[in-house]
């Protein structure tokens, strides 16, 4: 059974930085697709940033300059490296593990970006 557990959120004033984590368990085959989304209060969920075949790296424009995702194969584990945060930053961040045939979704961490 696929499990992915999302980490490291919590309490920042804006400015400040946080580093999500996303480990996954479980035999993932054939992952075509992995990256971060987030879901504020009253919105959609969205992308935040995405790595599509091991090596195409799309962010969203909120996020370039300031996010960086990245991910270590050997720990089956993707990071998600913010900087410069921002209070619209706040919301519950999601990591997403995609196949040719399934969509893998984390419980999510919550960010928020507050003085």
């Known amino acids: 059974q696929v499990q992915l557990v999302e980490s490291g959120g919590g309490l920042v004033q804006p400015g400040g930085s946080l580093r999500l984590s996303c480990a996954a368990s479980?035999?993932?085959?054939?992952?075509?697709?992995v990256g971060w989304y987030r879901q504020a209060p009253g919105k959609q969920r969205e992308l935040v940033a995405r790595?599509?075949?091991?090596?195409?790296?799309i962010y969203a424009s909120s996020a370039k300059g300031r996010f960086t995702i990245s991910r270590d194969n050997a720990k089956n584990t993707l990071y998600l490296q913010m900087n410069s945060l921002k209070p619209e930053d706040t919301a519950l961040y999601y990591c997403?593990?995609?196949?040719?045939?399934?969509?893998?979704w984390g419980q999510g961490t919550q960010v928020t970006v507050s003085s």
């Open positions: 997403n593990f995609q196949t040719l045939t399934a969509n893998y």
């Open positions: 479980g035999i993932i085959v054939s992952v075509y697709a």
């Open positions: 790595i599509i075949s091991g090596s195409t790296i």
